[in-house]
């Protein structure tokens, strides 16, 4: 499968614990977006990089919050002392420089509890 | 910043009527819109997409119209199958000048009875 991948699929924690997100885009997109989807909502922009540099941050992306791609390639989301308001689908998305289509992976669900 | 709105929320039909979803937007410089579909568990999917300087775009049992004027833009599907059932977003985003987020609506559900 060439297209965005996230891991893990699935993650439950405890309030208070830190987590951490993985997203690798399609190999040939310099952008990669993060996302946030709650239960009967559409996804909400958090943040956006152009190849390694964060360009720009949603108000929704509080202190807790902090997203690299060291590289260009790959990106990482880390919520530290999650709480249970954080529990949502995070959707991360690549595009391709000058090509407006954005591709999905299919989202890490986190729970807190 | 971008407020997009959608409705209806829930949308049920019969197999082989036809489907209208709409979308309003807020913000004039916004000149991009997709469509995308997103089946329970899944990935959210583009099915379709519009540019501002067009009012319409048709690709086989979908079409997206666009209101530059009034701000609104609107996904018809034909001849629905139970396949087309899921939750269908709209979205807007500026091509330039404005960052590269998209600003989805709430979504709605379209189920396609038999």
């Known amino acids: 499968d060439t297209g965005v991948s996230q891991d893990p699929r699935h993650k439950i924690t405890k309030r208070g614990q830190n987590v951490t997100f993985r997203c690798d885009p399609i190999s040939e997109h310099n952008r990669l977006y993060w996302y946030r989807q709650t239960l009967g909502q559409g996804p909400e922009f958090l943040t956006y990089f152009q190849n390694e540099a964060q360009l720009e941050k949603s108000r929704l992306l509080s202190d807790r919050f902090s997203a690299e791609r060291p590289k260009g390639s790959f990106s990482t989301l880390e919520i530290q002392r999650t709480e249970q308001g954080d529990s949502a689908m995070y959707l991360c998305?690549?595009?391709?420089?000058?090509?407006?289509?954005?591709?999905f992976g299919q989202g890490t669900r986190l729970t807190v509890v | 910043g971008e407020n997009v709105e959608q409705h209806p929320s829930t949308l049920s039909v019969q197999e082989g009527d036809s489907a209208v979803i709409k979308c309003t937007y807020s913000d004039s410089a916004s000149n991009y819109f997709p469509w995308y579909k997103q089946e329970l568990g899944k990935r959210p999917q583009l099915i379709i997409d519009?540019?501002?300087?067009?009012g319409e775009k048709k690709d086989q049992r979908i079409a997206v119209t666009l209101n530059k004027t009034a701000k609104h833009f609107s996904l018809h599907i034909t001849e629905t199958q139970p396949e087309d059932s899921a939750v269908y977003f709209c979205?807007?985003?500026?091509?330039?000048?404005?960052?590269?987020?998209?600003?989805f609506g709430t979504g709605t559900q379209l189920k396609v009875e038999l």
């Open positions: 979205a807007a985003k500026r091509l330039t000048g404005g960052g590269n987020k998209l600003t």
């Open positions: 519009i540019r501002s300087n067009v």
């Open positions: 998305a690549s595009s391709l420089w000058g090509n407006t289509e954005a591709f």
